[in-house]
């Protein structure tokens, strides 16, 4: 069965580094999407991707995150200057169609940022 | 208030008995309703999706939306050992919109 891959599972870094977390969604998909999820507290979207561009981000993904599909197959993840609050289990996700056509999203097994 | 609000839990029951787990919302916009179940370590996999309002059955699992009254429910029945996870709700508005909004989550035990 097709699966959203992310790498690595679990990243360690010193604050202030820059840091891109990957991910390889489901083939045929077109719409890719991050959460994170800080230990403890709710999962929250940070930004959709669709047709090499950004379609919607959330007020968290500011000018120190950003998205990339540099390829055709990976979908990643950039945080410029990592803080302590960048501390989170970051999920990717993708669907194969718009809303109303197709609902279900998938996500990853999602990439554990620990900042120190 | 907070967009969607979810009963963190911890939630245990023995095997076999019915599980309610439920989400209230503000937001009216919202027309997409979703329950995920999450493992630990693993990463949110859809159990049921309902649009607008009713209920939807699906083997063993059954989801409600009451949409006036802003209020989300999913029913397990016969509940198993496996069903131990962490559910989340979701939810989304109408055309437009990508992004879902998660309540926290509710960690359930089923006990043998």
């Known amino acids: 069965e097709p699966e959203v891959t992310q790498t690595p599972s679990h990243q360690v870094t010193q604050m202030g580094q820059e840091v891109i977390l990957r991910c390889v969604p489901i083939s045929n998909h077109l719409y890719f999407y991050w959460y994170r999820q800080i230990l403890g507290q709710k999962v929250e979207f940070l930004v959709s991707?669709?047709?090499?561009?950004?379609?919607?981000k959330s007020e968290i993904f500011d000018d120190q995150f950003s998205v990339e599909r540099p390829d055709g197959s990976n979908f990643t993840l950039k945080i410029r200057s990592t803080k302590l609050e960048d501390s989170a289990m970051y999920f990717c996700?993708?669907?194969?169609?718009?809303?109303?056509?197709?609902?279900?999203?998938?996500f990853g097994p999602g990439t554990r940022l620990t900042v120190l | 208030q907070k967009e969607v609000e979810q009963d963190p839990g911890p939630l245990s029951v023995p095997e076999g008995a019915i599980v309610s787990l439920n989400c209230t919302y503000s937001?009216?916009?919202?027309?997409?309703f979703m329950w995920y179940r999450q493992y630990s370590r693993k990463g949110p996999e859809l159990l049921m999706y309902?649009?607008?309002?009713g209920n939807k059955e699906d083997g063993r699992f059954t989801a409600q939306v009451d949409k006036s009254s802003k209020y989300i429910s999913l029913f397990i029945r016969d509940s198993q050992p496996s069903d131990s996870a962490t559910y989340l709700c979701a939810m989304k508005s109408a055309q437009g919109a990508q992004k879902l909004v998660f309540g926290q989550g509710t960690r359930l035990t089923i006990n043998p």
């Open positions: 937001n009216s916009a919202f027309q997409y």
């Open positions: 991707f669709y047709n090499n561009e950004i379609s919607e």
């Open positions: 996700a993708s669907r194969i169609g718009p809303w109303g056509t197709s609902n279900e999203q998938f």
């Open positions: 309902t649009y607008s309002s």
